[in-house]
């Protein structure tokens, strides 16, 4: 997800102020392996006021009112302790609110319908069985770079019509985008971080415009074309708006996407049992990829801003406020999900998780993701004999927001798939 990336000033929340010891632990990066006790004790203390300015939310049910009330807003600028963003900037809109949101969403949601999703299952497991045969034929696998990162990547340059082979610029502009991308607290965001994110998006606009200007004057079956086409009442995408939402597609479609397939191979290779049963019965993959988003959300936080004093749970959130909407705690709230530190493959109602949030901006590639993951899942469980973890430590991406693994190698005796 891209957008307006704060930088941090010495206005941000919490500067002078001190935050609380949990909210200090949360953000320090040596928390990443496992930030559940610290998420659940700023669950039990939620909701509140953490310093000026800032409303921390993390109980399920009123994240999930946070994230479906109108009157809050999704611009981050609205802010009152605002820093000013820097370098060159697109507004996608998954920053906006109605009714520019509404209607840059409208022109878009057509080309992910849950029937256009579906109907490219078979080239994605194609895609997938690639992938499992070259960690085959190495005989290494490093779930990261050999599964995680091509396959969603591969997935939305096809769609998009922008040449695989690019892949690995993408790669690198969404790393330094979702680097910067952390909610404005001290100590989060390195100064150096946020010059690097606004180079980044310089680069995706460079190389976007070319791909926009070429397709309109030779437009293909791709989705850049489409959306250039898009015509809705007399109502079309502006150069920028196309920008902006190609920029949102390729980093939304794939650094979450990454994380989910890390952070669920991960849950696996640690409950054999899971593992042992989602073999037995590949037909639970559906169900293991909703578990995963729950047990270990791939995006843990987000934020909006109140456009007025509003009640949220045992506080008042004053207009202009910062809601820090902690999923990652609200998905493991034992009000909603019984014995919810279990991860259960086959738990009812798991997709009652937050982690592609809910209201006006819930996740527009969730069905996306969902299809990619349960084949890659249900691969990983049936074709891959004898699977182990080396090592004992696993490196975790330093972001707080994007929650996952920096390489994740596994062992196996052989790897099984149709000729
Ligand atoms: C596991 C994978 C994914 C997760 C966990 C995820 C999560 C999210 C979340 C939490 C939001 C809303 C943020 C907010 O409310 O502030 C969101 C929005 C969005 N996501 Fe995803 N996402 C995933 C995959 C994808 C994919 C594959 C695509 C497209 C190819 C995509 C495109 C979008 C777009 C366009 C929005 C903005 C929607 C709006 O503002 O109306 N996402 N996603």
Redesign the pocket.
Known sequence: ?TGGIPEISDRAPGRGAGLSADLEALVDPAGRPDPYPVLRRLREASAHTASDGLVVVAGHADCSKV?RDPAMS?ERDLFRLSPTARGPRTRN??HLDPPD?TRL?RL?TKA?SPRVVAALEPRIRTLTEDLFRAAAERGRFEIVSDLAYPL?LQV?CELLGVPVADHHLFQAWSAKLSEALEPPLPGLVAPRATGEAARARAEFIRYFSEVIAERRTSPRDDLVSQLIQVNENGDQLTDSELLATCI??IN???E??VN?IANGVLALLRDPDALRLLRAEPELAGNTVEEV?RYD???QL?TRVARQDTAVGGTVARAGDMLLVL?GAANRDPQVFEDPDRFDIRRPRASQHL???AG???????A??RLE?RIAFELFATRVIDPRLTGEEIPYKPNLSLRGPDRLDVDFRDIKLPD
Do not use: D, E, Y
Not at 360 to 365: D, R
């Open positions: 997800m994230l999704s809109f998954i949101h969403r878009v992910f969603p939305i949102l597609l939304a479609g794939h979450t996407t989910l988003l959300a791939p995006v987000t999923i982690s592609f949030s006006a901006h819930f996740c527009l590639g969730a996306l993701a993951v």
